[in-house]
């Protein structure tokens, strides 16, 4: 993902976070308060690729 890939992305993540945000008084009957966390680290070692097709190693 490009910088600007990343910036967009954690944006909309943010609205469908907040989508779901009650006030706390407002909380419907059987909910629990959530810790969500959102961690993005680059890959820079990605390991073994899986093979694509069988018998390819």
Known sequence: ????????????????VH???TEPGDRPPGSRQMAV????LPNEDPGPTLPTEPGDD
């Open 1 to 16: 993902m490009t910088k600007e890939q990343t910036e967009a992305f954690v944006e909309e993540y943010r609205t469908l």
């Open 19 to 21: 989508k779901y945000v």
């Open 37 to 40: 966390r959102l961690v993005m």
